[in-house]
């Protein structure tokens, strides 16, 4: 639960964890999503390198309204083993109309930020109509103390 405007938003996440052997299921979980975070490891550049598979698959199976995030883990790297720049993955977010943001897992900083700067854009989309009347949504709901 995260309030936005003053109105309590609940998320229901799901994480597929970037497992290629569950790929297959993964896809059922984009249809009706209006959200994604793609997290990679900037210590691991071929994480980084499959965002465009994952964002590729989000695009096609998922609605092309959908709020994506992209998340740059492990941004405390302390230990000077980062080999994806900040510059890159800005890059790949902007070149590809994705939100983005750099966060750490384990000292948790930006983490709420980037669940919360989803859930706002999220938001902002429903308010503007993209995602339909949210009445009929089969994913988007209006509960008792706001939208799920």
């Known amino acids: 639960m995260i309030a936005i405007d003053v109105k309590p938003i609940k998320l229901q996440i ?15 979980y984009y249809r009706g999503a209006v959200g994604a975070l793609l997290v990679y490891d900037v210590t691991k550049r071929d ?8 964002l590729k698959d989000i695009r096609e199976e998922g609605d092309k309204r959908l709020a994506v ?9 302390d230990e000077g083993i980062r080999v994806v720049s900040k510059e890159e993955d800005e890059e790949f977010a902007m070149s590809n109309e994705c939100l983005f943001k750099e966060v750490s897992a384990r000292t948790a900083e930006n983490v ?8 706002e854009e999220i938001y902002k989309k429903i308010g503007n109509g993209e995602f339909g009347e949210v009445e009929e949504s089969p994913v988007i709901r209006i509960g008792k103390k706001g939208l799920e």
Request: hydrophobic fraction near 40%; proline fraction near 0%; aromatic fraction near 12%.
């Open 47 to 54: 994480t980084f390198e499959k965002l465009s598979s994952w």
């Open 14 to 28: 799901w994480d597929t964890a970037g497992t290629e052997q569950f790929r297959a299921i993964t896809k059922s």
């Open 112 to 119: 709420e930020a980037a669940f919360g700067n989803t859930a």
């Open 69 to 77: 995030m992209v998340v740059a883990n492990k941004c405390d790297d």
